[in-house]
């Protein structure tokens, strides 16, 4: 079951430019929503960005194509897919398959989705964006794709962000939406941002992670935005871990709709700016840690916080390694206060700068760690209080800077075996 608070927001807030459509296309699944098609406005922004896997799906590729993205280990790989300046217009999504190590043949299958939905509204190809999530290494079912676009186009909804959540699960047991307004200067109509993720095992992100759409009626320049992206997915999305595992397909998509009647967002400097990125951080995180919150047999949703660091990379390392420690992922499951694991996986971290005579841990507010020792204050009753907590931080001090980061992970469960045992039956 998932761990905590994680009820869609009581408002989901429509998106102006954005409509999305659902339907069943029998892709895998049967009697249930597996396709997604988003229209965006034509004036609309688009950024993305997308997995590091080098074995990268099909669909990754043309997405790198289609928005002129270098891939990140293959610069030239993606050349033979003509790229375009126009924005795009469609995304297109569908769980249940990869289509992921499926070749040429996988490509081709992405590009007539692409060219059946571009003949169907009008556009040109390269304004259609093509997600995949699923088995990895099947054909794919491009067929069953393709005769349920009419059926998509013909329910396109403003509102439909919530449906949207629940078509594009895998593994996942809940929806995974969020949505805020900002308001700046007071002013009557604030800026919403809304967005869905999905995704709850093979998940270590390495942006991207799993696949997520947000979308701002704000208007903000292109190049701002990308930016922008780059950040919010470095405090979320690449900061969360369920098993380490980095996917074939993972996507994250910003959109911004705000036109000419709205003011024009260039630059960080802009007085406006703050008050939107912060919400979409807020957005962001909360997509983020839904996905932790529903991770694979997840019992604990644990948050991994590093300070002291030299630098900001070895508190990331020093977080990561914690948290993707399987002996630190068991301890919590059992509520074991080991907390000798959490210390061992500090010191074998990629981390620079480590003096175990200055490592402070905690857990929650009990000191279990002091300058690399047990704290003279620790008993093993406090520590066994904490564990058995649904949500636990662990705060490790490295005592040698200022520089902090954090991470969201889950502990590891035998649920978590049962169900990447049975995930293609």
């Known amino acids: ?60 590729h043309i997405v790198r194509a289609h928005l002129q993205l270098d891939a990140p280990h293959h610069p030239s790989v993606e050349k033979s897919v003509t790229a375009t300046e126009l924005s795009p217009r469609y995304l297109v999504i569908n769980t249940g398959n990869a289509n992921a190590a499926t070749g040429e043949a996988g490509r081709q299958r992405a590009l007539q989705v692409c060219e059946a939905l571009a003949a169907k509204t009008d556009c040109a190809i390269q304004q259609v964006l093509p997600f995949s999530t699923g088995v990895i290494g099947e054909v794919f079912n491009s067929e069953a794709v393709i005769q349920g ?63 997520g759409f947000v979308a701002t009626d704000a208007n903000i320049a292109k190049p701002l935005l990308q930016q922008m992206l780059y950040e919010l997915t470095n405090v979320s999305f690449n900061r969360i871990t369920v098993d380490g595992d980095t996917s074939t397909n993972d996507c994250c998509v910003l959109i911004a709709t705000g036109d000419e009647r709205s003011e024009l967002i260039e630059t960080s400097d802009h007085p406006h700016y703050a008050a939107i990125f912060n919400t979409m951080q807020s957005v962001f995180v909360r997509l983020a840690t839904l996905i932790v919150r529903d991770g694979e047999g997840a019992t604990k949703f644990i948050t991994v916080k590093v300070t002291g660091g030299a630098t900001t990379q070895d508190c990331c390392d020093v977080a990561y390694a914690v948290a993707h420690s399987p002996l630190v992922k068991t301890a919590f499951f059992a509520s074991d206060p080991n907390w000798g694991r959490i210390l061992a996986a500090v010191g074998y971290s990629k981390a620079l700068h480590i003096n175990p005579e200055t490592i402070d841990i905690s857990l929650d507010d009990v000191s279990i760690c002091t300058r690399g020792q047990l704290d003279a204050t620790y008993t093993e009753a406090q520590g066994q209080a904490v564990m058995s907590r649904p949500e636990i931080t662990i705060h490790i001090d490295l005592g040698v800077g200022e520089a902090t980061d954090t991470v969201y992970t889950c502990d590891l469960s035998e649920e978590y075996v049962r169900i990447n045992a049975d995930y293609r039956s």
């Open 1 to 60: 079951m998932p761990v905590g608070n994680i009820a869609p927001p009581k408002t989901i807030y429509p998106i102006q430019g954005i409509h999305i459509g659902i339907t069943a296309a029998g892709v895998r699944y049967k009697n249930r929503d597996d396709l997604v098609v988003f229209e965006i406005v034509d004036t609309a922004k688009t950024v993305a960005v997308t997995t590091q896997n080098r074995c990268c799906a099909a669909p990754v």
């Open 149 to 211: 676009l009419d059926a998509s186009l013909a329910n396109l909804a403003a509102d439909n962000w919530l449906a949207a959540a629940n078509a594009i699960r895998t593994t996942d047991t809940i929806a995974k939406v969020a949505s805020e307004a900002a308001t700046v200067d007071n002013r009557a109509a604030p800026y919403h941002v809304t967005g869905i993720s999905k995704g709850a095992g093979m998940i270590r992100p390495n942006m991207a992670t799993m696949l």
